[in-house]
């Protein structure tokens, strides 16, 4: 088959599918990192279910020429391993597409897929075990097929491959060498010649980038910050944090600890914390919801704590593998009583990294909880980025005493009153600092009291620290049309699809301006200030609440100016999606 | 010399246990010449969950059943302090039971003290995990029993608080097997409550002394558990040392103390341009 014309390629959508152990994800990683050598952006994102092995489970990918930080609206190659993935996938294929499909077991399902689409029907499994004796070098086979379709070089695809399947040993790479040779005589057959495909790649500058998940940036940026100390407990989409940390901690001289439970990885993040160790932990809703007396704990008793809440689908055990923003209104108000919190949101994996070491800083100044609202999204999808600096790290202990600074003191109260609300400390060890540290109510001696002046003394003081730090809390980022009476705002898996959206409305005639705020609680006035200058601002949210627009109204701003974009389908808003319901809603507002 | 907060008077009543679990490990802080600056005393949530304001030392006030693992993160943190955590019988038995056998298991160097009242004082007097089988038919737990089925329990006592001598050298010996680094040192004190649950007198009557037995072994789990299963089995409690297991460290890695006993990088060493060229590294292995 030859295909009339040659298309340039500068935005690829692509989607594996098939069941789990297929080996999707690893098509579309030999991909990513073909076009990642060739400069352009990628974006990968798996859908699986909530089981080890098998299942319907799909690996996706967007390749851009320009960043983008999301998937896009189309995909241009399927590559379905079976019926199933043809099935739930086919829909997804734009109409000029391409799907490959493994035809070991049949034809495909009819009416499944665009009728313009090119579809190449291949028994891949059938050929993997024919010629190479096992049924799993069918995803080399689909690669070699894949490369000639792209129209790189024969040579290019097979140094990826060798490069993929170097740590797995020479017979490896030789092996799945020859079924990659399989998929070029494969493609050979459907007139896909070498640099010969229905598509051509446009060139793309490269520069030095680093492909990384949002879950790993968060605890590079953590260590880099000084963390020293992690405790968790298994739970998708947060897992990785705790695998990593355990992974690269003991180097640097701390630790990661599996818990038992969330109430135990919370309060050990707690006491090591109170030695002056830089702790953290994380987990998805429902650990965070068991950790929510410890929050409160670490909030009256002033102890710097991390706390990643990366979300997915809610409510309770929801849906484990799938993004949502449902966790905010937790984040901002959950738990026992009044205390001061930070509530950062980070909007790619750069800003993750970022965002952690200012987290990790700010718990110290604070001495209180500090939250990083992630998403299932952000946290567990690999995006390209600009390296992270680690040359503008930097680390600050707050009002930390050595025993040199306690031996000048006069006397040390471990919750004294001062203007800033924030009271010196040194951690145990500390000769002649002994200090007390509860969680309830108590005297500037750490001594427990339920005196109504204290009381309201203690609590103003531990609040005024919230305005102590105000002025340090990571400011937003802004972009679009700066005087354009429409606004976009949005945190985590949104700012990539709002970044987007916002260009092809002001193509559309719709200018609008953007707002990523990088704190979502406090609301800062930054926040407040963008939304008065508008007419009105979209609100863009995974939740069914919109929690992050009943933020900003109890904070003050103006109600009638919000509207709520909401998406609680469990599938992360797509540029185009966005753009139509904008475009919708602008047009009943005229 | 900085003034720091003044030792509280214990709020306990008249003749409570509590008072003689603080008079042994205060003993035997000053008899192992620990100073107060390099120990910590958390407790949970109780009558017991004040006594880590008494003594002078670094106190911690914990959440409600969740003593055992913030004194772990403690112990982990900083392996040169004196970690002892303290608590009642409701705090670790009923909604703390599920980090105590956790604690057993990791075996990381701490004493934990619980005075057992068989009671919940505090609240006026609420039915424990150990008091005897009541209407509600659930049978009392015994923490001692549950300690020595785990893997990797290293130390496990019981004393009464009227038996002062027994007492302080149990209360040491618990804190030479944490401070050693061979593990968790877990001892439970009966206590009893004057106000709600007046034990003395049965408990007194009840307690076979396994210290007292010429012929008994410590090191010997099996033994250790079929002595406190006879005693179980005819209502009575065994106290005294019960086990222990002095043959090594606790496996257990630290921050600052890796798993083998070597030293790691210390955990307040943060200065990122130190770290720069690790931290590189390791995001190069990150680049496309």
Known sequence: ???????????????????????????????????????????????????????????????????????????????????????????????????????????????????????????????????????????????????????????????????????????????????????FEVAELHGFGQGAGPWRLAPVERTERILITGNEAISLGFLAAGGRFFAGYPITPATEILTWLQAHLPAFGGLAVQAEDELSAVNLAIGAAMTGTRAMTASSGPGIALMQEGVSHAGSAEIPLVIVDCQRSGPSTGMPTKPEQGDLAMLAHGSTGDFPRVVLSPGDAADCFSLAIDATNLAQELQGPVYIALDQALGQDSATSEPFDLAVVTTTSGKRLSAHDVEGLRELRRYVLTDDGVSPWAPPGTPGGMTLVTG????????????????????????????????RLPGGRAWGEPAAAIGLLGVGMTTGVIGEAAQRLAAAGVPVACLQPRTVWPVPEETLEFIRARERVYVVEHNAEGQLAQLLAASGAPRERLRSILKYDGTPLRPGELVGRILAAEENTR | MTATYPPAEPIWCAGCGHFGVQASLDRALDTLGIPRHETIILAGIGCSGTIQNNLGTYGYHALHGRVLPSATGVALADPSLTVVAAGGDGDGYAIGMGHLVHAFRRNVPFTYLVMNNAIYGLTKGQRSPTSPRGEDGAAPFDAVSMGLSVTGTTFVARGFTRRSAQLDRLTLAALEHARSGRGFAFLEVLSPCVNYNDTYPEWEAALHDVDAEADYNPSDRASAFRVVAEQAAQGRMAVGLIYRDDSGGSGQATAGVMADGRARPAAADLDPTRHAPVLQKLLDRYRV
């Open chain 1, 440 to 471: 309830n109510e108590h005297n500037e001696w750490g001594l427990v009291s339920t005196a109504p002046g204290n009381r309201v003394t203690m609590m103003d003081k531990r609040m005024r620290k919230l305005d102590t730090v105000r002025d």
């Open chain 1, 1 to 183: 088959m030859t295909l009339a014309t040659t298309r340039l390629v500068d935005d690829l959508g692509v989607l594996v599918a098939g069941q789990g152990g297929d080996g999707s994800l690893t098509v579309v990683n030999l991909l990513g990192t073909l076009l990642g050598r060739r400069g352009f952006h990628t974006y990968t994102a798996r859908e699986v279910a909530s089981r080890t092995k098998g299942g319907h489970a799909a690996a996706l990918m967007r390749a851009t020429s320009v960043a983008r930080g999301c998937l896009g609206d189309r995909v241009d190659l399927l590559v379905a391993f079976d019926e199933e993935a043809v099935e739930r996938a086919g829909h997804r294929l734009a109409d000029d597409g391409i799907a490959v499909f493994d035809s070991s077991a049949g034809a495909r399902p009819d009416g499944s897929l665009p009728v313009g689409a090119t579809v190449l029907e291949v028994p891949l499994a059938r050929i993997a075990v024919r010629s190479h004796r096992r049924d799993l070098f069918k995803n080399s086979v689909a690669f070699g097929l894949v490369a000639r379709i792209v129209g790189v070089s024969d040579d290019e695809a097979a140094g990826i491959l060798r490069e993929r399947f170097r740590r797995l040993g020479d017979a490896a790479v030789r092996s799945n060498l020859r079924a990659l040779e399989t998929g």
